[in-house]
């Protein structure tokens, strides 16, 4: 058990009460009766297409903000560069828990997120491309044949924000043209989700209307199974690959610059976006309406939580992964993950089984 | 909910799903086939012996959730293995009913689950993880020296999962399942842009590959992950496949030795079944009969392994433990099917038989 600090017991408190005073989901509407493929139809409309052209529109504003960068370099443009990066990373990490359907296919998860890099794969490509002032690099078209760890966030991070960023402001060129053409790819493979979601007789509409012949959604219970796992997996990916990691075993341990965006100072903001989908996507979608009463409350509660976390985040003074290498301050930062096990542990239990789904065994984490 | 839960095969109504219950049952005498399994219940973990009617001999707690449990041909041993990344084997002496034998892998290696004894049964070979390097390892245990570690090879790809004896007891075949995970991140996949599934033939003395056949290259995201051997020496494998759910990947694949893989084409709707993801493949050799099972698809089929066709296919909710049992198959269940009886426990993904019969 972790050793209570006053916000973690507060927010324990909250999720407690919530527990007694939680009643039928919020967006019920009595006179219409809540269907699965409601359910399902409503998490397409309400939280995923909109949710991707959100993350389109903030990776045009990027490109956007970039051009001018380059084209008259300062210091106030690098900072408006700045501030669109953290909006597209905040765009992302909440539709990033949608881990199935077209942001599978051809590594788009990966072009746009390559992350976790253990090796620093990435990092060594980044600064090769940068010693070596590969052209290749600068133009969206000719990137895109390159490695996807290269296409993403996490370069555009560095270009921001790593070694040499402030160059940036002083004019240089290479590393603009780079940095835009990585903006570009990224506003690229956006606009592909944005379309596959959108095409009116694509997974949007598999999903929604789910029949015997579709090739992934055959009947209700597989698109409630796969909204599921989104809580499920995304949970526990964001506990696991996102906290995990600079958390270490204790507070010596801790590795802040193993954290996904510890350069931008982006860590706790992801995580918040994160859990802010999370949250959107029950809401959205009312699936805790299809479970009996009694099953509502642990949805309710969950949510509750989620709320306390995020809040926990925006209360930390210092950046997330400082946080967690600050004996003061680790308890809050540990606080997270076991928030993100417990929403995991509750969807894949309680919730999955209110659903009629299997509760959480093989199917739901396989070997 | 299927008919029966024990599939009675090789007769010509065999492929009529629904029938089989009223077939005669296979004339086994009661005890004779045992079998080991693990299992979660309420949070705890364990492995159980047990027989086909599902009452329990031995049942041993593990620290936390298991996953196959390998078995010497003497029928001695029972080894039970943590899932990945769990590094805890926790192996049970029923020649002289001792205390169970706890053992774990060195500090930077941790298990994947499946393990596999030489034919004298002195030996125990377990598919490891070599996590800093991303490598697969093959750990080497003494199980005469209290199963102490004494070596180890590579297993000439990443995330070796199943790996099972051929005929003849002098070579290793290996799945490796391409994924590359890494304890600092739990179970998370980190490099679905780049897997690189193979299966392997690898020799048991001296660790030396044999044979490396890896899919082609548009099938990079299929990891080859369970596997049996039939009558004839081939090697079926089971795939999880890593792509788009609207891919269309074959999931079964069959290998031979000297020749490589052949995809087995399974018709459309029996495929798409599977939800591209089989859990557990097992061989029935004397009746020609293979089963996967796929604890997503809430499916298990049947097929002929002479011809490749399909035979059965029983729908039964997140099945995954499959045996062959008599002329046909025991599976079980995470909902707690343990062929026809009901447990409360959810059975892990691998039903192992502890008298072998190759």
């Known amino acids: 058990m972790i050793k209570t600090s006053n916000s973690i017991r507060l927010a324990f408190a909250i999720a407690a009460f919530g527990l007694l005073s939680a009643g039928p989901g919020s967006a019920q509407d009595a006179s219409k009766p809540v269907t699965d493929r409601g359910v399902l139809s409503a998490a397409v409309t309400d939280f995923i297409q909109p949710g991707y052209r959100n993350f389109r529109d903030k990776a045009q504003a990027m490109g956007a903000a970039i051009s001018p960068l380059c084209e008259a370099p300062s210091a106030p443009g690098l900072e408006v560069a700045r501030k669109a990066f953290g909006e597209l990373v905040t765009a992302w990490s909440e539709i990033e828990i949608i881990r199935f359907g077209p942001v599978v296919d051809d590594n788009r998860l990966e072009r746009i997120l390559f992350f976790p890099d253990r090796r620093g794969i990435g990092l060594k490509q980044i600064q090769q491309v940068l010693a070596e002032k590969d052209e290749t690099a600068t133009t969206p078209e000719r990137l895109a044949a390159k490695s996807v760890a290269l296409q993403g966030l996490t370069t555009l991070e560095y270009l921001l924000y790593g070694t040499g960023a402030e160059d940036l402001a002083g004019g240089d060129e290479f590393r603009c043209d780079f940095a835009g053409a990585v903006a570009a790819r990224i506003y690229g493979t956006a606009g592909e989700l944005v379309d596959a979601w959108d095409d009116p007789e694509g997974i949007a509409a598999r999903l929604s209307d789910p029949k015997p012949e579709n090739p992934d959604f055959r009947d209700e219970r597989e698109g409630l199974q796969a909204l599921l796992g989104v809580f499920v997996n995304s949970s526990e990916l964001v506990a696991d690959t996102r906290l995990k990691p600079f958390l270490g075993a204790g507070v010596d341990e801790a590795k802040p610059k193993s954290a996904i965006f510890w350069r931008s100072g982006l860590t706790g903001t992801a995580i918040a976006g994160d859990m802010k989908g999370l949250q959107e996507l029950y809401k959205a979608s009312g699936m805790i309406e299809l479970t009996p009463e009694d099953i509502q409350r642990y949805g309710t509660s969950a949510m509750f939580e989620l709320s306390n976390a995020q809040r926990t985040i925006d209360r930390m003074k210092q950046p997330l992964p400082q946080a967690a290498a600050d004996p003061e301050t680790r308890d809050a930062a540990n606080y997270l993950r076991l928030v993100l096990l417990s929403i995991r542990d509750t969807f894949s239990g309680r919730i999955a089984g209110g659903l009629g789904l299997s509760a959480g065994f093989s199917s739901l984490d396989g070997d | ?358």
């Not at chain 2, 029928?75 to 002289?96: C, E, H, I, L, Y």
């Open chain 2, 1 to 358: 909910m299927i008919m029966t839960r024990r599939l009675f095969i090789g007769t010509a109504t065999a492929g009529l799903a629904g029938l089989s219950g009223l077939l005669p049952k296979p004339a086994i005498a009661a005890g004779k086939d045992l079998f080991a399994a693990a299992w979660i219940q309420n949070g705890g973990a364990g492995f159980s012996i047990l027989d086909g009617d599902g009452n329990e001999l031995t049942s041993v707690s593990l620290p936390d959730r298991g996953h196959d449990v390998a078995t010497d041909r003497a029928g001695r041993w029972a080894v039970a293995f943590a899932r990945r990344p769990g590094t805890f084997a926790v192996a049970v002496d029923r020649q002289n009913g001792s205390e169970p034998i706890p053992f774990s892998t060195p500090e930077d290696r941790h298990f994947f689950g499946h393990g596999v004894f030489s034919p004298d049964g002195r030996v125990l070979y377990a598919t490891e993880n070599d996590y800093d390097n991303a490598a697969g390892m093959i750990g080497i245990y003494d199980v005469t020296a209290g199963f102490n570690r004494i070596g180890e090879f590579p297993s000439y790809g990443i995330d070796p999962h199943e790996l099972i004896l051929m005929p003849g007891g002098k070579t290793l075949c290996i799945a490796n399942g391409g994924i590359e995970t890494h304890p600092d991140f739990g179970r998370a996949k980190l490099n679905l842009a780049s897997m690189e599934p193979s299966v392997v033939f690898v020799d048991i003395e001296s660790g030396e590959l044999l044979e490396k056949h890896t899919p082609p290259a548009d099938l990079f995201r299929l990891s080859t992950r369970h596997m049996d051997i039939d009558a004839a020496g081939n090697v079926w494998v089971g795939c999880q496949y890593e792509g788009p759910e609207t891919d269309e990947p074959p999931l079964l694949l069959r290998v031979t030795m000297g020749e490589g893989y052949k995809p087995i084409m399974l018709p459309d709707q029996a495929r798409h079944g599977l939800a591209n993801y089989v859990g557990s493949v097992a061989a029935n050799r004397s009746e020609n009969r293979l089963v996967i099972t796929s604890p997503h698809g809430n499916c298990a089929l049947v097929l002929d392994t002479r011809s490749g066709n399909l035979v059965e296919r029983i729908a039964e909710k997140n099945v995954c433990g499959a045996v062959a049992q008599g002329s046909g198959f025991l599976l079980s269940s995470a909902e707690g099917d343990f062929g026809e009886a009901k447990l409360g426990r959810s059975w892990d993904n691998h039903i192992a038989r502890l008298f072998q019969e190759r």
